[in-house]
C-alpha cells in the first residue's frame, strides 16, 4: 500500500539565502516557495523545521553545488553537511542532487521574462530551488515508470 502523499522539499543553499521550493503533495509539480534569510545554523533549521510542518512536507532533496568538473568543493561540503544535520533535525529522509546548471538556468529563465537587477536577484534563489526540485521529481518518474515497465 502506497504511504500517504507528502511534499517535498527542494533547497538551493546560498551563503545568504537558501531558495525554497514545494512539490505539489502527488510529488509530480515543483513550485518556487521564496527565500529564507540565512541566520545561523540553528535559526536556518528551526525555520525550516516549521515549514516542513506547516506544508506537510515528507522529504527533504537539497541542492549539491560540484565544479563543472564534478569535483566537491567547500560548497558541496557544506551542503554535505548541512544535509546531514537536516535528517538529524527532522527525521526526514534527506537526498543530494546535482545542481551544477541549475543557477545558470534559473538566471536564463528569468532573464526571458523579462526581470530585471533586484527584482530577478529577490527570486533567483527560489527558481533555482525548484528547477533542483524539478530535476528530482522527473528522475524519481523515470525510476518509477522503469520499475513498473520491469515487472
Known sequence: MREAARRILGL?????????ALSDEEGRIAFPEGTLE??????????????????GVGRIVVGLPRHLSGRLGPEAEAA???AARLAEETGLP????DER???????RVLRATGRRGARRR?????????????TYLARRRRLEEEGSSAR
Open 38 to 55: 540565512r541566520r545561523s545554523l540553528e535559526a536556518d533549521l528551526t525555520a525550516l523545521r516549521r515549514l516542513i510542518e506547516e506544508r
Open 80 to 82: 554535505q553537511a548541512f
Open 94 to 97: 534527506v537526498e543530494l542532487l
Open 12 to 20: 538551493d543553499l546560498g551563503s545568504r539565502r537558501i531558495g525554497l
Open 122 to 134: 529577490a527570486v533567483i534563489d527560489a527558481v533555482a530551488a525548484s528547477l533542483i526540485l524539478d
Open 101 to 107: 546548471w541549475t543557477t545558470v538556468e534559473a538566471e
